[in-house]
């Protein structure tokens, strides 16, 4: 059974960034979709961004275009997730979610958390002066 492991989280100043890593515990990492979730305080888990290990092609929430890019690295069976800019409404637990699939992604399509069968733990990244 494939487990996601989250990493890189802390704490980070406004402007600032930092990448976080999802690790996957399986042979390959071939025809998945991975997805990256985050949950504020008071606030509902939502998507953020996420990628088609099969042909790589990823989608975004309109509120981290331009600033957050995911990125795989297969042999390693990671997924990255590089954040730039950050401010303080990006602070929030961070999620790493995958699921089988096969073909292209669009945000449309990964956004929908119920579509994931594997979750990590979470990691916190913290934006702050």
């Known amino acids: 059974q494939l487990q996601v492991v989250e990493s890189g989280g802390g704490l980070v100043q406004p402007g600032g960034s930092v990448r976080l890593t999802c690790t996957a515990t399986t042979a390959t990492l071939d025809y998945y979709a991975i997805a990256w979730f985050r949950q504020a305080p008071g606030r509902e888990r939502e998507a953020v961004s996420c990628i088609s290990t099969s042909d790589e092609s990823t989608g975004y929430a309109d509120s981290v275009k331009g600033r957050f890019t995911i990125s795989i690295d297969k042999p390693r069976n990671r997924v990255y997730m590089q954040m730039d800019k950050l401010n303080a409404e990006d602070s929030a637990v961070y999620y790493c979610?995958?699921?089988?699939?096969?073909?292209?992604?669009?945000?449309?399509?990964?956004?929908?958390?119920?579509?994931?069968?594997?979750w990590g733990r979470g990691t916190q990244v913290t934006v702050s002066p």
């Open positions: 979610a995958a699921v089988r699939h096969a073909g292209p992604l669009s945000f449309a399509i990964c956004r929908t958390q119920s579509a994931y069968e594997y």
